[in-house]
């Protein structure tokens, strides 16, 4: 009789074992999503489009094998927060892998989602603003944060997971405004609530814009940022 307990017992260790392992792999799959402008489209510093960070980062995840699904389709180098907000309302369809698929849907599957966003916003509105001064600049950077909580809120309906929202690095701007007005759109972001802020700011250095007419940046500073950002998401696995 005990011999049978115990065959028992070690039966059902086994198979708690089997379980464990299988949900500890199931639940270290990625489906990756990248949202937003240019930065997150991987736009380098001569305006084309090639290896961005959500690349480096679907690379990172691809070597270890944990990687389901990636998409970055939902990247544009002119994005504003608004057309991206109309997208999701409206529920855009993309086709991966042969399969045709609407925003709602992907966001709902993924368990990654990172975005960069609100450049363009700041430079749109800054450009049309006759007679900038400090006051009508806060009262950009205040639609700004209200727009972009809504972006959030409307994300954050289909994806309740941390959304990784990546800053600006300091683009060697010459208009004091937009120098200004990153400095606030990092504030924004950084008392935002349900997202995870990655500054870029120490990260990418003036070396890294190679040309002096372009906000963007090299590969390797995009690499840089991908870098960030998995260090963080292997910090976050390992509590």
Known sequence: ?????YKLIIFLLIIFTIFMIYKNNHNHYYNYTSLGDGYAKGINSYGIEEYGYSDFIKDSLQKSKKLKLYTKDYTSKDESINNL??????NEKITINHSEKN???????????????GLNDLIYHIAITPNLNEYKLNSIMNNIEKELTRL??????????????????NIPFEN?????????????????????YISTAKIITNEDFLNPNSIYIRREGY??????????????KNN
Not at 1 to 5: A, D, E, L, P, Y
Not at 106 to 116: P, Q
Not at 179 to 186: M, N, R
Not at 223 to 236: G, H, M, Q, R, V
Request: charged content about 30%; proline content about 3%; aromatic content about 10%.
């Open 1 to 5: 009789m005990i011999k049978k307990h």
């Open 85 to 90: 907000y109309d997208a999701i309302v409206t």
């Open 103 to 117: 925003i709602k849907e992907i966001l709902r599957e993924s368990n990654l989602v990172t975005i960069t966003i």
């Open 152 to 169: 959030i809120k409307e994300i954050k309906t289909y994806y309740p997971k941390t959304i990784y929202i990546i800053g600006y690095p």
């Open 176 to 196: 004091i405004y937009i120098k200004e007005g990153l400095t606030k759109l990092e504030t924004i972001y950084k008392n935002m609530q349900g997202i995870e």
């Open 223 to 236: 690499k840089k940022i991908a870098y960030e950002i998995t260090k963080k998401l292997a910090k976050e």
